[in-house]
């Protein structure tokens, strides 16, 4: 379950970082 979550928060943060910062 951790893991799973792990893999979807490495892959929703850096999103949400670019959309927020604009920097991609």
Same mark, same amino acid.
């Given at each position: 379950?951790?893991? %799973? ?6 892959? %929703? %943060? ?11």
């Amino acid at each position: 379950f951790l893991p %799973v979550l792990a893999g979807i928060a490495a892959k %929703v %943060v850096p999103a949400l970082f670019c959309k927020i910062t604009k920097k991609c």
